[in-house]
């Protein structure tokens, strides 16, 4: 039905029907020879003004979307002109040819997802959005397995304004093409990386803390080659660093905890599980953090709260750490829960920590400790 000029009046009918009730009001009618306005001012769906047509499009999904842009040359180019966000996850065959026959017409689109349940894009598909999305800031490639560096180098080129980029599960992609995306692309906030054992090197990761300084989020889940070198090439690179998933990275130490520690204080959400290699060491960098950030360059005489400092660490799988030690973060960070319902504080496969507690758990239980009492 895409790019047809003669749409049939009773499917724009039935696209549109709720949608312009709701941004025209009753003086619209729907019916069934298309739109009709009081005073006889709209007599189509054509008629219909851009203004109009793109707070309607909107309300709708992106296949009504797509739809639409084959109505009318008119309408093509106004959705062209003011399209700004579109998702494709829907599409479970084919997705790469209908990448390549609407990126040339949605070239202002600043978002698009294209997560795959199974792997439908070639680098032709990205090549194309790099040759006409230059306003690209958010784009998921998520599971592309398809995708070869020629992919990160087009899109180096063509979407040097990008914020983030979700490649998790593209497992064909180097180093070496992710070190050239991040030398280009140096606005990225969030990057996701899960699962891209071979691109997310220590080499990589020099690249995106030398040039990548305002990173905020990076998901580097069970990419088991990084080490140390990378790890602290972000924490001394990107100081702005919020959320760090190094969840399954087993060659770690504490000299990435303790880098993160003394370079990053708005980090809020830590991921260590399976890093076995993290003792207390890292633990008592991370609760002294707390006290050596405590005067925040926002505060004006107000102290640490809730919302200051970690928010979420999962150490599970840590064997190596000792109850002490776990309840100095804890201590240190009111934001960090063990108590039921609020988990943030994650602790699954640490058996020897089962004595770790958050401030409102030990307050329940001297509260539940006191009922019982005043019971007897």
């Known amino acids: 039905m895409v790019g047809k000029e003669n749409l049939r009046t009773e499917d724009l009918n039935l696209c549109f029907e709720k949608p312009m009730m709701l941004v025209a009001g009753d003086g619209m009618d729907v019916g069934a020879k298309g739109v009709q306005m009081d005073g006889g001012v709209l007599a189509g769906w054509k008629d219909i003004p851009m203004e109009l047509l793109l707070q309607i499009l909107s309300l709708v999904d992106d296949r009504t979307v ?34 390549l026959s609407l990126a040339p017409k949605f070239a202002r689109l600043q978002n698009l997802i294209l997560r795959q349940d199974k792997p439908q894009l070639g680098d032709d598909a990205v090549e194309t959005i790099a040759s006409y999305c230059h306003d690209l800031q958010v784009l998921d490639l998520s599971k592309s397995f398809k995708l070869s560096d020629l992919s990160l180098y087009a899109l180096a080129h063509g979407c040097r304004d990008l914020k983030r980029l979700n490649i998790s599960g593209c497992t064909a992609f180097s180093d070496t093409a992710l070190a050239y995306l991040a030398s280009y692309c140096r606005k990225l906030k969030v990057l996701n990386l899960c699962g891209c054992v071979k691109a997310a090197s220590d080499t990589a990761l020099q690249a995106i803390g030398q040039y990548c300084n305002h990173l905020q989020s990076v998901n580097l889940g069970w990419c088991e080659n990084v ?79 809730d919302d200051d400092g970690l928010r979420t660490l999962n150490i599970s799988q ?59």
């Open 66 to 99: 797509i739809v639409a842009s084959g109505v009318c040359r008119g309408w093509r180019d106004a959705i062209c002109f003011g399209l700004a966000h579109l998702s494709l996850s829907w599409c479970q065959k084919n997705m790469n040819n209908l990448v």
């Open 318 to 376: 840590c064997t190596a750490l000792t109850p002490p030690a776990v309840q100095a973060v804890c201590d240190s960070f009111p934001a960090l829960h063990t108590c039921s319902g609020r988990h943030s504080l994650i602790m699954s496969g640490c058996l020897n920590l089962i004595s770790v507690h958050c401030a409102c758990a030990v307050q329940a239980h001297r509260a539940a400790t006191a009922f019982l009492h005043s019971a007897h």
């Open 227 to 305: 080490t140390d070198v990378g790890v602290m090439s972000l924490a001394y690179g990107c100081p702005d660093l919020r959320i760090l998933d190094l969840c399954g990275c087993v060659l770690i130490t504490d000299d990435s905890v303790i880098a993160l520690a003394n370079m990053c204080p708005h980090l809020r959400s830590l991921g260590l599980y399976y890093c076995q290699n993290i003792t207390d060491r890292a633990m008592y960098s991370l609760a002294h953090s707390c006290i050596k950030n405590k005067p925040t360059k926002w505060g004006t005489g107000k102290g640490k709260n």
